[in-house]
Structure formats: C-alpha cells, structure tokens
T-cell receptor
C-alpha cells in the first residue's frame, strides 16, 4: 500500500505570494491532518479534515486554509506569505476505523519564503 | 489543554550503550501516546504507541516505552543503541475525545547523537 505523498517536496516563494501544497493520503484513509514544523515553534497542528469537512483547527491566522476533496486528497493554502511561514509542512492521514488513531506522515513540503 | 514535555533537548550516547528518552504529558483522561522518529529532512515515522492494555509497549527497531500514569510519563528506551538511531525523537499525545479531531500535540523533541 502506498504511503502518504506530498507535493511539491520543495518550494521557494517570495513574501506576499501565495502557495498551495498537496497531500494524498493512504488509500482508504479519510482523515487528513496538517502540521507546521519550525525550529522555534516545533510541530504545531494546523487543521484536520474528514470527508471534505474541517473538523478541527489550530491557532493559525486566517491566511492558512485548507480543503479536502471527495477522494480524500487535501490541499492547504497560505496567502500573503511572510518570512515566518518558512517551515516544513507535514500532512498525516489516518483511518477512522483504527481504534488507536495512528497517524501516518508524509515526507513533508519544505517551504522557503524569501 | 493537553501538553507534552521532553526535558532533554539533546542527548549523546555511545554506540552499544542503553538509552532512555523522557516524556511527560499533561492530560485529564487516559491519553493516546506516541513516539515518532524523524531523520533530517524527512517526515515522521511511528516507533510505538499506547492507548490501552499493557503499560509496557514494544515498537520497531528494538524500542520500547512504559506508560506510568502516576508519573504522567511515557519514556522511550532501547537497551543497545546503534549509530543508525541518530535522529530526532518526538513524543506526542492525542485527545481522542471531544472535538480535538486529528490533533497530535508534540513535545519539543530530543536530538539523539550516537558516538562510535
């Protein structure tokens, strides 16, 4: 079974631009969570989607948004990029039938804002 | 709110030595606990998890962890470290109830360096 895939793996953007990151979950997984990882703040939860609905959101400004499609693939968008948005963005998928709520992580997208 | 503390930012051990990485959590109910490992530039790989049952859990790569409710701890151990274990290790807790869907709360991580 293929793992979680994220595209692109690396991205360089300029301040003020917007960016869209993509995540394809493991087949059959309907929950997708997004995390931001920075050296200063560590791993922080952005949001979670299940069946095209956002069920949970972390403490990030409205510039960070996401969506999920009917095939469970998810995208996150960051508008008006700031230097502080430079980070590794990780997505994770899980199966609603899994009693242990294990999340499987993708390799991440490294975003650099200049 | 739930929280996770990993007191050691950086640990250095010699290859073949034993290892213990500490993790303390703050959570009202029985937590779902996880240990993940991350190699540079990579995503997170699950080492082991606890959500019920035996408080000593076995994971991959020879790792184990013990859940101690009285101490709110979930320490990771390995009897003999290999050079390939050098990485960053994260402890995490998940709130399976309420509206905290899909949210893992992570500790700050412990960087493990292994000397030959």
């Amino acid at each position: 079974k293929a793992g979680v895939t994220q595209t692109p793996r690396y991205l360089i953007k300029t301040r003020g631009q917007q960016v869209t990151l993509s995540c394809s979950p493991i087949s059959g997984h309907r929950s997708v969570s997004w995390y931001q990882q920075t050296p200063g703040q560590g791993l922080q939860f952005l949001f979670e989607y299940f069946s095209e609905t956002q069920r949970n959101k972390g403490n990030f400004p409205g510039r960070f948004s996401g969506r999920q499609f009917s095939n469970s693939r998810s995208e996150m968008n960051v508008s008006t990029l700031e230097l502080g948005d430079s980070a590794l963005y990780l997505c994770a998928s899980s199966s609603p039938r899994a009693l242990d709520y294990e999340q499987y992580f993708g390799p991440g997208t490294r975003l650099t804002v200049t | 709110a739930q929280s996770v503390t990993q007191p050691d930012i950086h640990i250095t051990v010699s290859e073949g030595a034993s290892l213990e990485l500490r993790c303390n959590y703050s959570y009202g109910a029985t937590p779902y606990l996880f240990w993940y490992v991350q190699s540079p530039g990579q995503g997170l790989q699950l080492l082991l998890k606890y959500f019920s049952g035996d408080t000593l859990v076995q994971g991959i790569k020879g790792f184990e962890a013990e859940f101690k409710r009285s101490q709110s701890s979930f320490n990771l151990r390995k009897p003999s470290v290999h050079w390939s274990d050098a990485a960053e290790y994260f402890c995490a807790v998940l709130n399976a109830g309420g509206t905290s869907y899909g949210k893992l709360t992570f500790g700050q991580g412990t960087i493990l360096t292994v000397h030959p």
